[in-house]
Every structure is written in C-alpha cells, then in structure tokens.
Antibody, heavy 118, light 110 residues
Framework: EVQLVESGGGLVQPGGSLRLSCATSRFTFSSSEMNWVRQAPGKGLEWVSYISSSGSTIYYADSVKGRFTISRDNAKNSLFLQMNSLRAEDTAVYYC???????????WGQGTLVTVSS | QSALTQPASVSGSPGQSITISCTGTSNDVGYYDYVSWYQHHPGEAPKLMIYEVSNRPSGVSNRFSGSKSGNTASLTISGLQAEDEADYYCSSYTTTSTYVFGTGTKVTVL
C-alpha cells in the first residue's frame, strides 16, 4: 500500500521556523511530482507548493512565497517544507500529496498539524 | 490565486441527486480541463473522486459524475447515500502552473 507520512509539526511562536517532512513508500518517488497542501482550522484546502521530480521546477502560493522552501531527497524518498517567519495564519494541517498526469492529486498523507501561537 | 467558489453546503435525502458547483475564471477552470474533485472526511486524507472534469478513478462509485461549462465545473452525486456525507473540494490547474482549490462544500445526507 502506498504511504505518505508527514512529520515535524508542532507549536511554534510567531516569527519562528519549522521543517516538515514527508516520508513516502511503495511508489516511485523519484519520478513523482509532489506538493504541499494545507487546511487551516475551519477552512478549506489551500495549495502551498509544488516541486518537480528532479527538484528543478518549484512553485509557491503567494501567501508563502519568500518564507517557505520546498525540497526533496530522492535517495531517501522524502519531501520537505522549510517554513520560516511563521505567522498565526500559517496554522493548519499540512498534507503532502502527489500530482500525476491530468494534474490530479492521487496520493495524500494524513497530515501534520502546525500551530503558530505565542 | 483566489479560491474557486463553491456553495458552503448542500443537502439531500437518501436516493436523491445533488450537484455541487465550482466557479473559477478563464485562467483556471475555464482554461484547462484539469478540474478534479476530492472527498474529505475530517481527520483523514482527501480522496480523489473525479479527475479531468469527468473521469472517475478505479474504485470510485459511478454515482459520482462531473461536468464543466465555461468557468464553472460541477460534481453530481446520484443515489445519495449516508456514506457520501463529507466535505467536497474542487481543484484546478492554472495558467501560472499553480493549483487552486475550491472553498469547499459540506454535503449532508438528511
């Protein structure tokens, strides 16, 4: 069974940093395009960032551009999200998700909760 | 990068059909046929229900169908069942090579 397991969430003060990880298994991670998607409490899903299979192409939502950095380690089948200058509005459950042909998100993790509060 | 517009809630009785709309712009829903729909139960991973406007992944009930006209896509659930109660989100690829989700619709089975 395909697995995507996020980790690294927690409580952080405004202005602080956090690094999320997504460990994957049972699919060919190195040839997969990956994303981070988040859901704030009581809100809808929000796309955060995309990275191509090689890592050479990256996109961000305007709301996180300049503060978040997506990266990957294909040797370790892992995806990362470095989050700096965190704000209260970044509080959310963060999901990693694979996007495939047809621009559809076919595999998702269970999410990790990030809470930004003093 | 404004969210696609969905009704906040839709309800129906078992066996009925309901339709959820998803309105975007000519830069996302209206430009590409890369509209997909996701079912989301709180605390679980979202599940792909429809992709490329009207295609169903294997394993998804044929009670779920999708369509699009102009800048608006729609998801129809026919023969509504209690297990269909969940939040539903549309998503579209955009002309800036990013993705945008809908505001989400809570489906209630009466």
């Amino acid at each position: 069974e395909v697995q995507l397991v996020e980790s690294g969430g927690g409580l952080v003060q405004p202005g602080g940093s956090l690094r999320l990880s997504c460990a994957t298994s049972r699919f060919t991670f190195s040839s997969s395009e990956m994303n981070w998607v988040r859901q704030a409490p009581g809100k809808g899903l929000e796309w955060v960032s995309y990275i191509s299979s090689s890592g050479s192409t990256i996109y961000y939502a305007d709301s996180v551009k300049g503060r978040f950095t997506i990266s990957r380690d294909n040797a370790k089948n892992s995806l990362f999200l470095q989050m700096n200058s965190l704000r209260a509005e970044d509080t959310a459950v963060y999901y990693c998700a694979r996007v495939v042909t047809g621009r559809k998100f076919d595999y998702w993790g269970q999410g990790t909760l990030v809470t930004v509060s003093s | 990068q404004s969210a696609l517009t969905q009704p906040a809630s839709v309800s129906g009785s078992p066996g009925q059909s309901i339709t959820i709309s998803c309105t975007g712009t000519s830069n996302d829903v209206g430009y590409y046929d890369y509209v997909s729909w996701y079912q989301h139960h709180p605390g679980e991973a979202p599940k792909l229900m429809i992709y490329e406007v009207s295609n169903r992944p294997s394993g998804v009930s044929n009670r779920f169908s999708g369509s699009k006209s102009g800048n608006t896509a729609s998801l129809t659930i026919s023969g509504l069942q209690a297990e269909d109660e969940a939040d539903y989100y549309c998503s579209s690829y955009t002309t800036t090579s990013t993705y945008v989700f809908g505001t989400g619709t809570k489906v209630t089975v009466l």
